[in-house]
């Protein structure tokens, strides 16, 4: 996206830098600020929310910023703008009200909480960047209807793999190649990882055991294939995906059912593969001629041809979604319409009547991806809704959980939001 550097670059010439204003000052979030810290032409860092005010004192202190605002006001997160003073809250709300800023990234990584913020900051004409791929997999066509009411963006993020591989739809696109699928590298799955079994790697790298468990599990996965899917439109060659093992990305291209890429296109990984990192896409074209062409550029035979990016940098380019959304209006990745795909909540052992689900990156379940008219004809459980659910029967190991099998909690925002999803885009 090279326009944006220079659309920046006038930003600044114009002392009419994009004003952020970040919710959650975790792990990622505190990258975020970082990046935009340390510094990006252009762009301004104007506040930090987090429940915890030390961690969100920690993104300004990390960067080498001492001299930060505390604010219990919209009226003193506004004042703290006007005078381009670092500022913190414990309050989401008022930092989404707040004049001044431009666009809110949502880097929670919780749904309820996510959904409510998100709601709050579109009402209020902000642009969001959601950080958060489990409240986009499970929310993401019903906020878009949202944003788009209020004439605003929201957008999943370049940097992690929905993005990365929908910048690479859209090139294959601009070359005249249709893309027919498009996923991700991962090193491995197991769904029956625990936060147990990860607590030692999740502490080696200074993170927390239940996001690195969705990792493992394949959750996140799931959650991150969904997300690609709704924005490029893609479904899935069966449930959980196919998965082949590679030696090199490339490989994928004689490994995916060319039915199911020529019928629609489908989202899938693949395991193990070189450079282990990054994203790809497959483009088809069968004009004789340009296959001439890509053969003499190394790029196979075709029809098929693969391109990838070798790397995912997340809070690094999280920084051209930001400008993309608040200075052209243009998502990195958001819904095209109804849910392509859905993650569906399937049992990690066997679970008896009465126990509570403790949700994304637990020990009682996992998430897979399949498509979304399974879940709307089964009547499934979507895995973004299932923490704090009750079960009202036991449910065998691996075994897809459905509505009428458990209780759920009252009063949450996120089950509102899902009915309203589910009506609008029933069928």
């Known amino acids: 996206m090279i326009i944006v550097d220079s659309a920046l670059e006038q930003r600044e010439k114009d ?30 860092l104007a506040a930090v929310s987090n429940r915890n005010l030390d961690a969100a004192n920690r993104a300004y202190t990390d960067a080498g910023v001492s001299e930060v605002r505390s604010a219990s006001s919209r009226a003193q997160i506004e004042e703290a703008i006007a005078a381009q003073q670092p500022v913190v809250t414990e309050d989401a709300e008022i930092l989404c009200k707040a004049e001044g800023i431009d666009v809110v990234v949502e880097a929670t990584g919780e749904i309820e909480f996510g959904a409510a913020i998100t709601l709050l900051a579109l009402e209020h ?16 066509p019903i906020l878009k209807t949202y944003a788009d009411r209020q004439g605003v963006v929201i957008t999943n993020t370049d940097g992690d793999e929905p993005g990365v591989a929908m910048n690479l739809v859209r090139f294959a696109k601009t070359l005249g190649y249709q893309p027919v699928a498009a996923g991700n590298i991962k090193g491995m799955i197991d769904h ?24 493992a599990d394949g ?39 060319q039915d199911d890429l020529l019928g629609g296109g489908i989202v899938d990984y693949c395991v193990g593969a070189a450079p282990h990192t990054g994203a790809w896409v497959v483009g088809y074209n069968e004009n004789p001629i340009k296959r001439q062409y890509m053969s003499y550029f190394k790029m196979g035979d075709g029809p098929f041809y693969l391109f990838y990016t070798p790397y995912h940098l997340p809070h690094l380019q999280i920084i051209t979604t930001i400008a993309r959304a608040a200075l052209f209006g243009d998502p990195t990745v958001a819904p095209i319409g ?44 979507p895995m973004g809704l299932s923490e704090h659910c009750t079960l009202k029967r036991d449910i065998p190991k691996d075994q897809v959980i459905a509505y009428d099998a458990v209780e759920l909690p009252g009063g949450r925002l996120c089950d509102t939001l899902r009915t309203e999803q589910d009506q609008r885009f029933a069928g």
């Open 192 to 215: 029956y990882r625990t936060p147990e079994t990860q607590k030692a790697f999740a502490e080696k790298y200074n993170q927390k055991a239940r996001p690195i468990t969705s990792f």
């Open 338 to 381: 109804g849910p392509r795909t859905e993650v569906l909540t399937l049992a990690k052992r066997d679970l008896k009547q009465g126990e509570v689900l403790d949700g994304i990156g637990g020990f009682l379940s996992y998430g897979t991806i399949d498509n979304a008219a399974a879940l709307r004809d089964g009547k499934l459980l």
């Open 219 to 257: 959750t996140k996965l799931s959650m991150e294939t969904t997300v690609l899917a709704n924005g490029a439109g893609f479904g899935v060659g069966q449930r959980g995906m196919y998965g082949p093992k590679c030696e090199h990305v490339k490989d994928v291209l004689g490994m995916l059912p």
């Open 125 to 140: 004409g902000k642009h969001v960047v959601l950080m958060n791929a489990e409240l986009d997999a499970t929310l993401g």
């Open 15 to 44: 002392g009419k830098p994009v004003q952020v204003g970040i919710v959650g000052a975790g792990y990622m979030g505190r990258g975020i600020a970082l990046e935009i810290l340390t510094p990006i032409v252009g762009m301004r």
